[in-house]
């Protein structure tokens, strides 16, 4: 009888009324041992569905959303302690650098930049329509700050494609080349760190370094160059920076030279040397701007780069140009074997190319200024080379700088020293 009332009841209540009271008879049953579990069950799927209809949610989860919101979170977060650090900095206040985890390292890794780069590639390659060409490369002009009045060709027009507006050449007698000094700038550029190497570190900007053995790989090229250059042996204690050094009293010394996008992104020779061999390392194309490399350790020692090694005259020198994103085409004129950016390569793999042969025992031999190479859009330049202990820079870390103009120099007698290329090489 009391079962039948309490059905009645029930049937009288509104929806949600009635399930609340039928879960409380069936909780008193239950108490009262005379639980079924399954018309619970029925009960309780069926809350659940009445539940999902009547809100309207969809039990989906949607992992791009979700991809955004988590990333611009993160974004966020990193951007607003890289403002804080920069408010310290201003007040004098020593911040040290955010150095990202290998978890974050490898994240970025994920990102198909190689890929990214071989269909910027393909695009550049692609004419543009004679009334699209002023647009775009105005455009770009205004985006990075270029200066077309330098350029040996003004006329906007007369690019076919953004390749040749990119690796555009120069007027001659706007880059004039410093004969008071060894070595000079051999890009347009900022100047992220130079100074001497010590204890085989390398700094890529303040703060930040990278080993100079994986930068350089094995130092088995050594050989090739000189025979008086220290072959490598495993049972020698010398560290790998002494091993390049060739002559007493020398020292090691470093200078990097970042390409933004609006330079001019052909390079030169920084002195007068022989090249005798070219190591090329596939790698990553991650973005070399100061303030990736402020945030990566070794990052050049991740991408993509061709060593150039070889001797000037105080001993060894060498030019490495590294790729980026998009700038996996790394060009070196007189080598027309060099092929970068391939889509498959090994992990830590290196190609070694010598320049020397039974029919040439120099090299090939470059002037203080002549033209190397090229990149696509931008990039950094890494100068290593031997020298005495009282070569200096003329520099300061951050300064632009142009092609031409001066690194450093030797001092011998007050007066600064001049090289110059003799027809066997090096005078």
């Not at 809350?47 to 979170?73: K, Y």
């Not at 770009?140 to 270029?146: D, P, Q, R």
């Not at 790989?217 to 060739?246: C, M, R, Y």
């Not at 933004?260 to 190591?279: K, L, N």
Request: hydrophobic share 35%.
């Amino acid at each position: 009888m009391a079962a039948s009332l309490g059905n009645v009841c029930c049937n009288q209540l509104p929806l949600t009324a009635r399930k609340i009271s039928s879960g409380w008879l069936l909780f008193r049953a239950q108490g009262a041992g005379q639980f079924h579990p399954g018309p619970w069950r029925s009960l309780s799927s069926g809350r659940r569905r009445f539940n999902a209809a009547s809100l309207g949610l969809q039990a989906r989860i949607r992992p791009f959303p979700l991809l955004i919101a988590t990333g611009g979170g993160y974004m966020g977060y990193d951007q607003y302690g890289r403002y804080k650090d920069r408010e310290l900095t201003k007040i004098g206040i020593e911040v040290p650098p955010r150095i990202a985890n290998e978890t974050q390292v490898a994240l970025y890794k994920t990102i198909p930049t190689r890929l990214l780069s071989r269909a910027w590639g393909r695009l550049n390659q692609v004419e543009l329509p004679t009334w699209l060409r002023k647009p775009v490369y105005s455009l770009y002009i205004w985006t990075f700050g270029v200066n077309m009045q330098e350029a040996a060709v003004e006329d906007l027009i007369q690019y076919r494609n953004l390749g040749e507006f990119f690796r555009r050449k120069l007027k001659p007698a706007v880059r004039p080349v410093c004969d008071s000094h060894c070595v000079i700038s051999p890009a347009d550029g900022k100047i992220l760190h130079f100074g001497r190497v010590r204890n085989c570190e390398v700094e890529q900007v303040k703060g930040v370094t990278y080993s100079l053995e994986t930068f350089l790989g094995p130092h088995t090229w050594a050989e090739a160059i000189n025979s008086t250059i220290k072959p490598s042996n495993e049972e020698d204690s010398s560290s790998f920076q002494d091993l390049l050094v060739t002559k007493e009293g020398n020292e090691l010394f470093h200078c990097v030279v970042y390409l933004a996008p609006g330079d001019y992104h052909c390079f030169h020779s920084p002195t007068d040397w022989r090249v005798a061999h070219r190591r090329h390392f596939p790698g990553s194309l991650m973005s070399v701007n100061p303030g990736v490399a402020r945030w990566i350790k070794e990052l050049f020692c991740h991408n993509e780069r061709v060593v150039l090694s070889g001797e000037w005259t105080h001993g060894f020198f060498s030019l490495t140009a590294v790729g980026a994103t998009n700038v996996g085409s790394i060009r070196i004129y007189f080598d027309k074997e060099l092929r970068t950016n391939s889509p498959r390569y090994s992990k830590g793999s290196y190609n070694d190319f010598s320049y020397l042969s039974n029919n040439n025992q120099e090299g090939v031999s470059m002037r203080k200024g002549e033209h190397l190479g090229e990149f696509n859009l931008g990039s950094t330049i890494v100068l290593l080379f031997e020298a005495p202990h009282d070569f200096s820079f003329n520099l300061k870390a951050g300064q632009k700088i142009r092609y031409g103009e001066p690194l450093g120099t030797v001092s011998q007698d007050g007066q600064p020293e001049r090289h110059f290329l003799g027809g066997n090489g090096l005078n």
